[in-house]
């Protein structure tokens, strides 16, 4: 019996490993052909992707996005892009107006045409008519001759720096993206139309501004010029030496395409343009969009959230700003309905929840597929407010509908529940198909098979002298086949869902039948080409969930109150979405950290749980950069739904950014970090122990080894001493006395060893519990005799003296607990192999780490030109009227510019905590896009972008919010 169960282990594994090569097999041999006919395209994307960009998510820039790029390093690319700008660029814009008023004020006070969202002539007609996005020809030819087609390096990620720019051969062949029919697409009948109504009257945001004073004008004045004087560098910088590409690499001056390759800081930052005043800038830029062509990328995948919140809102911003329909720019509103039309295609799925990343070539984009399994909670709800403003400026609801489908969905998991009632697990099972259930089903038909076969074939199988046991095996065997290739005699075959999955990207004819209990139109089992699917709503991908309003969920909270401003306050889902993720906020995440000087402020953690967050919560105390907008959050949704508290919250948690900003050597704060917690948040004071306890949580065991090895080498000099008088045959050889209040030898044998991952881990856990005996231990170390103790004690400075100068004859290096090897006496003068004590370990940390006290640690020390601090010092600013957060940002600014100054614009920076810090050539396009835009707004008259008259997005991208009856 042992044998034959190991025999039939290996042939189950066997099976298992042939199964799998033929799936891949399969499978390669799929993309092969498809990717053949790209003579430059890389793989495709896997399923699921890991979550996303720079934009959101800490996390992600590590595995986002591709820096894949393309060339100026040789000649002929680079004078190929010299030129289409100026020389030999013939294009007309018609609609561009020649003049227009310069005065910021304008931006606000021309409302009047505001409100009837009405499409500009001609845009209506081309989208529509065509049915298929009626792309402009002209463009599909200048993309033809398009000098550089660039595929990015899958392999390259975040060190993709020196990367820069390796020449692609040019290629005349360029695949376009092409209007598909729907697989599933919602009947006319259905689309989720937006809201109508007089928008509601909503309590004003901003502070009513008293007239300031001369003198403080004059200051305001001069900061705002300065930031202005940032911009003008920076965009002067893009325009000469990347214009037309994504980003300028600022130190190299050379440039970068990691999103698509459409002029995302060109296009990020138009309404920076506008804004300032710079108005020729813009206008050259608009000759520049024109020639953008959406149809082709320089990826294989358009990642939709990066895309949406930079180019979408940023046309659609660039609109609104400059004056909408009577502004008279209409390109950008044609450029805006051009890039929506591609996007709309990732909505085509059965439960009409999006691809995050698109595959936007014709091959795979004509093939029917269902959402990711695994989406970010940021990349899925931050659609909202573009898609929904484009709705209104151009009266199409399919745009609204496609994002309000999101919204039901979140709101419906909201009612059924997630573990932390209010806000959303990280990564989300977006693809509407019940796993568990499908499971169960397919188990049920699989029993209901077997009977039947059992009931028809038994004589046979006997007869064929077929043992119970093999026929088992048989069974595993088949399992793991597609079931189609079962041949069972009486079988019947219903396995759709594995050959189908396999013919999916072979095979069009879809069927499509419309549920009758959700009234949803799905694929039907059958010939479909999807696999079967029990469907269900969102849910959580993960076994443990996690919660942060960082990095991966940000911007999906930050849209709720947003969206309902934008709706004039005609869609009461959102008001209830916010006002829950605030009590969820308030309840589980938010801390009090413990800082030097006891300021009261905010952060907001991160908790990671199985399911039941009330027992078994790990909360994480951690202070991330992308974290910071919620300062703003919480003040604007304080406001608007009549909570002072929350406004309160909102100074408190802008505050806790400024700390962080003043509390390192560059006046910058890192990218992550954590702190510690007060243990009580109303009585809150620095206690220097507790810290350097969570600095080093095996502080117990630290000193313990000090001791024993201490202990140790009195032992082994006494035998050392003993040894030698025995041989020269001294009588008199005494052992060694135990110091008092030193253990037995005995006892020392019995304790386990400290020190290891696992105290250590262990330790970290209770970190916040009670801890015992450490009283005793303190005044042991503090009793031994050591200078080098009170050094440590005193100075935190100091490291390199910590090395022990007490003499040590006779050892050398062991690991600790180690009885030390005798040597020869005179060359060992130090001992350097002394453990650290508590106290030493804990000074050694501070140094070589540069941890600014509070910090426990940095784990993220980079700046990369982020703006979310300055955007919430500019919502307090607006919303209080209160000049300090003035002189707050004023000081912010003058650190980021200090430091990540270059001549070509401005660098993400390596490290805050250096004095020095290394520029890492990159500059994102938020940097022109948002942090110069709230800088230099933070010193603007109040009026300009009023926060009662704009909504703006997470890219800083203001859109006009509709004309209600202001409470004045
Ligand atoms: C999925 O199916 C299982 C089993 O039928 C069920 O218990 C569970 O509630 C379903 N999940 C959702 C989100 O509908
Ligand atoms: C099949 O075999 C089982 C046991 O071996 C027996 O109980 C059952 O009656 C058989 N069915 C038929 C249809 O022969
Ligand atoms: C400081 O922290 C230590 C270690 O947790 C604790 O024993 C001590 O009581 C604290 N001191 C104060 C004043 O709270």
Redesign the pocket.
Known sequence: MFRLRRYRYYVFCAVIVVFLLYRVAQNSEQWETVSASFPHAAPPPPRSRPPPTSKSGASVRVDAPIKGIASEDNDLPQRILEHPGKDDSPVKIPDLKTTKPTKQTDVDDDEDEDADFELPPGSETTVQEAGVLAYDHDGAAKATTAPVINVPDKSVGQGAKDAENKPVKPTTTAVHWSKIPEHFPVPASEIIPLPTGKPKKIPTIQYAFEKESPKSREVRETRQQQVKAEMERSWAGYWKYAKGHDELSPVSKKFRDPFCGWAATLVDSLDTLWIMGMEEEFKAALLEVEKIDFTVGKRPEIPVFETTIRYLGGLVAAYDVSGGKSGGYDILLEKAVELAEILMGVFDTPNRMPVLYYNWKPQFASQPRRASTSASVAELGSLAMEFTRLAQITKENKYYDAVARITDAFYEWGERGTSIPGIFPEHIDTSGCNHTAQNELEAAKNAAEEKLY???D??SSKASGVTADEDEELDTESDLKPKSQRNRPGKTKYSVAKRSEKSSALNLNVVKKKNPKTGKVEVIAGETLLPECVSQGLTSSGWADQYSMGGSQDSTYEYFPKQWLLLGGLEPKYKELHLKVSEAVKKWLLYRPMVPDDRDILFSAKIITSGEPETDANKQYEVTHLTCFIGGMFGMGGKIFEVPADVEIGKKLTEGCVWAYESTPTGIMPEGAHLLPCPDTKDCHWNQTLYEHTLDPSFESRDEQVEEYERQKAKAKAAAEKAKKEKSRAQDAVPPRRKPGQPKESELDEKPPSGSQEDYDHTRIQKRAPISGTAELEDDAIERPSSRDKKAKFSDTDAGDLEDSDPAPGFKKSTVGQVPLQEDEDTLEEDPLRPLSHKEWVANKIKTEKLPKGFVDVGSRAYILRPEAIESVWYMYRITGDKKWQEKGWKMFEAIRRHTTTEAGNSAINNVLSQKPTQLNEMESFWTAETLKYFYLLYSEPNLISLDHWVLNTEAHPFKRPKAPFGV
């Open positions: 059992d009931e028809t038994n004589d």
